[in-house]
Structures are given as structure tokens and as C-alpha cells.
């Protein structure tokens, strides 16, 4: 992702946070999993299930919203994940080359 469009603007952080949201959101899963096979865990059961999908929303909301072009102020993965197939989103973010609005 060295010559990525997120590099380039300074926003390739963004994807890192972006992966720490999504590896905190697998560990509420597995600790989810872990406690229904009955070890007791704070949250319980229901609460860490009722957390994942809470985690893997404010990830995506944070990709959507925090990658914005400095030109135009458009949000470039919200385009990309809005029209794009589920098989195809992640690498056309990452392999972004220009803005799909602007092209800058």
C-alpha cells in the first residue's frame, strides 16, 4: 500500500485503526463463543454478542467517515463500499490510486 492514494494523503493510519476496531471486535466474538460454552466472563454471553455487531459497525463507520479527500471532501470508501460487490470493497480501498470523484 506504498504508493496507495491513502499513503499518498497521509490517511493510511486510518486503515490501521480501521484493522484495530476490526481485531477488537473479533476478540468480543471470541470471548462471546468462549462464554456460551460456559466460562464465566464480565459481560456475559449477551453482552459481548450485543457488542459485535456494535464493534464491526463503528469500524465501518470510521472508514466511511474518516477517509476524505483534501480536495473535494469526499468520502472515498463510503462510495466504494456503497457500489461495490462484498468480495471487491476492501481491495478497491486499498488499491485506490486517485479519488473517485475528483481523481485527485
Known amino acids: 500500500m506504498t504508493d496507495s492514494w491513502l499513503e499518498r ?3 493510511g493510519w486510518k486503515i490501521k485503526i480501521f ?14 463463543i468462549v462464554s456460551a460454552n460456559g466460562v464465566e ?7 459481548l454478542a450485543l457488542l459485535v455487531p456494535v464493534g464491526g459497525f463503528s469500524a465501518l463507520l470510521w472508514l466511511c467517515a474518516g477517509v476524505v479527500c483534501k480536495t473535494c471532501g469526499a468520502h472515498p470508501a463510503w462510495e466504494i463500499i456503497k457500489g461495490a460487490t462484498a468480495g471487491s470493497w476492501w481491495i478497491q480501498i486499498e488499491s485506490l490510486s486517485a479519488c473517485p470523484k475528483c481523481g485527485d
Do not use: V
Not at 20 to 31: D, F, P, S
Open 19 to 32: 484493522w484495530l476496531l476490526i481485531g477488537a471486535t473479533a476478540l468480543l466474538l471470541l470471548g462471546a
Open 41 to 47: 466472563l464480565p459481560l456475559g454471553m449477551t453482552g
Open 9 to 11: 494523503t497521509g490517511q
